[in-house]
């Protein structure tokens, strides 16, 4: 019954949204209350609530998801979607659009340089949905669906993530499950390698499946075949060795720029003749510095942002700091945001600065933030109620009974479904980070008790965590507002589906096999 119970919320959310093709903010608000329902009476009645868990930690742990949900997740998702709205009233995207088509007139490749290569790097930079909400944006202006530009855009944001956000998600595992409480830098590095090992062979399928979805004729599966195994091998290869010598920060960074380059010189290699002979616009030095001012100034600020800078990065994630201490929180911990390190600020500052070089008055630049805000009205409530509810699933003690079910009914088969952890930890929260966070301890704990690697185990949760990401109602709600398809997340989430079944499966069956002795 704790089990059935547990799993109520996610299973009703899927329901209402798939089966019902009821609205996302809908949806999310009735899993949200029948959530907390469960935590009221069902949790303590059952026995496993927590001790320290009481009727106003329901409410404690919906202030916590609020706040999480506004800080950075809204903000990041709102500047990424004004940094977009800046290209369209300054007219600069079509430059942009004229840039990825001069690249290469082959549709698969415009879509996989935008969505694995630069949607990577954002990734790698930023996380929060950037890498979601900015190319599926620019998509759309291509000319793609909007439920397309919403798919392909979901599943390549999949691999990066586990290196997202400068290697966020990775170092916070690695700190959950070194003994000492602070991961050393060979165990950051050794569990960044593991999740690059339990990930290579997506790196070939999920690049491969972007280009077919782009292009299904036969003709042009031998190309997407070995473009495919080109960006795979590429992506592998640097992603590996960046994590084993350098650790959790630049996997992502590395590889997707490492990508670009070699999607870049497969267009310019395999271009027809023909093509050649077609007019092309041409810009001026000036001209393609204002159209890419916007992005150029966010990746500068978000590199200035992070660990890579030093003593810049500590500066501001130290400086204006606001510290809230929840009573449903232990002494000490304090729910923190970085009013001047957050992701959501470098976004605003490279638009607002991008918008003025590419001739946007202030007052304009405002309003079109303005107008931003409106719009995403109804994402903004999905969220805060998807976010909600994991707070409360976790305090309340549903997780934990999901996740140990699962382990009890496995066995030594558990680095199977270890993946399957790490995706609905996911899948609930919308962060591979927080999934980290929830599972990182179990898995290590499980891997002690069944003889298995321990830094193997725990790198699957992640690996399983970016697969879950495909899924999770949070992106889906980013891409949404992102393609303006407000009320279509039933849908986005129907065609999503297989994709992360599939990916959360290989993933397994690669921590399965790949195991190493203990």
């Known amino acids: ?114 969505v694995w290569g630069f949607g990577g790097l954002l990734e790698g930079m930023a996380g929060f949905g950037t890498a979601v909400a900015i190319p599926a944006a620019i998509l759309i202006s291509l000319g793609f669906k909007p439920g397309f530009s919403a798919l392909v855009s979901l599943i390549a944001n999949s691999v990066a993530t586990g290196f997202g956000a400068v290697g966020v998600p990775v170092m916070t595992l690695a700190n959950e499950v070194a003994q000492s409480g602070t991961a050393t830098t060979a165990e950051v590095q050794q569990i960044s390698a593991n999740v690059v090992l339990q990930l290579s062979l997506l790196m070939f399928i999920i690049p491969y499946i972007i280009l077919f979805l782009t292009d299904k004729s036969a003709k042009s599966q031998p190309k997407n075949i070995v473009l495919a195994l080109l960006v795979g091998g590429v992506s592998l290869g640097v992603q590996y060795a960046a994590a084993r010598y350098l650790g959790a920060e630049t996997p992502a960074i590395f590889g997707s720029l490492a990508s670009i380059l070699v999607i870049i010189l497969f267009a310019k290699i395999t271009a027809k003749k023909g093509s050649e002979a077609k007019p092309k616009v041409h810009f001026t030095g000036k001209q393609l510095f204002e159209a890419w001012s916007v992005y150029l100034f966010i990746l500068v600020f978000i590199v200035l942002a992070s660990p890579l800078s030093g003593p810049i990065s500590q500066f501001l994630k130290t400086h204006l700091v606001s510290k809230v201490a929840l009573p449903i929180y232990h002494a000490g911990k304090t729910f923190n945001f970085g009013w001047l390190s957050n992701a959501g600020l470098m976004l605003f500052l490279g638009a607002f600065i991008g918008g003025l070089i590419q001739g946007l008055s202030v007052s304009k630049l405002l309003a079109i933030l303005g107008k931003t805000f409106i719009n995403l009205k109804k994402s903004g409530i999905t969220i805060i109620s998807l976010v909600a509810m994991s707070s409360i699933m976790t305090y309340s003690g549903m997780i934990l009974v999901i996740a140990t079910a699962l382990a009890e009914a496995t066995g030594q088969f558990y680095p199977l479904v270890a993946p399957l952890i790490g995706a609905i930890g996911t899948f609930v929260t919308g962060s591979d980070t927080s999934s980290n966070i929830l599972f990182g301890k179990l898995q290590a704990g499980v891997a002690n008790q069944i003889g298995v690697n321990t830094n193997w185990l725990a790198a699957a949760n992640t690996a399983g965590a970016t697969g879950g990401k495909i899924i999770s109602p949070q992106s889906i709600a980013i891409a949404t507002a992102s393609c303006n398809q407000q009320g279509q997340e039933g849908a986005i989430l129907r065609s999503s589906i297989p994709y992360a079944l599939f990916y959360v499966v290989i993933a397994g069956l690669m921590v399965y096999f790949m195991v190493p002795a203990v």
């Not at 899927?14 to 209350?33: E, N, P, R």
């Open 1 to 114: 019954m704790s089990v059935i119970l547990s799993l109520l919320p996610i299973l009703l959310l899927i329901v209402l949204m798939v089966g019902f093709k009821m609205a996302g903010d809908k949806s999310a608000v009735i899993a949200l209350l029948t959530a907390a329902v469960i935590a009221l009476f069902a949790a303590p009645a059952l026995g496993f609530a927590p001790s320290d868990f009481y009727h106003g930690g329901v409410f404690w742990a919906f202030i916590e998801g609020a706040l999480k949900a506004i800080f950075p997740i809204l903000i990041i998702i709102l500047m990424a979607i004004y940094s977009y709205n800046v290209l369209l009233e300054s007219k600069k995207i079509e430059v942009i659009k004229q840039q990825f088509v001069s690249i290469s007139e082959d549709k698969s490749i415009q879509v996989l340089l935008l």
